[in-house]
């Protein structure tokens, strides 16, 4: 019996055949702009968890009153 052959190089991953693609269809201004526009959206998403949890953290600490 014998065994198949071993594949000498890796599959690319999804996110690596999806640049090939678009590195094919957009320019290197547009690639650039949308790499920019999910970065904002990313810190976004990133500033928006951080005021949850310190809303979260504010809710529960004891308020100080006699000021």
């Known amino acids: 019996m014998q065994t198949a ?3 000498a190089t890796a ?3 999804f996110g ?4 090939a693609v678009e590195s ?7 690639r650039t702009a949308r790499r920019n ?3 904002s959206v ?3 998403r990133r500033r928006a ?3 949850v949890e310190a809303e979260r953290v504010l809710d529960q600490s004891p308020t100080v009153t006699g000021f």
Request: hydrophobic share 40%; no cysteine; charged share 25%.
């Open 24 to 30: 094919l269809l957009m320019s290197s201004g547009q």
């Open 49 to 51: 968890k951080d005021r």
């Open 16 to 19: 690596t055949a999806l640049r």
């Open 5 to 7: 052959p071993v594949r």
């Open 42 to 44: 990313l810190e976004d």
């Open 11 to 13: 599959i690319p991953s």
């Open 37 to 39: 526009a999910w970065t």
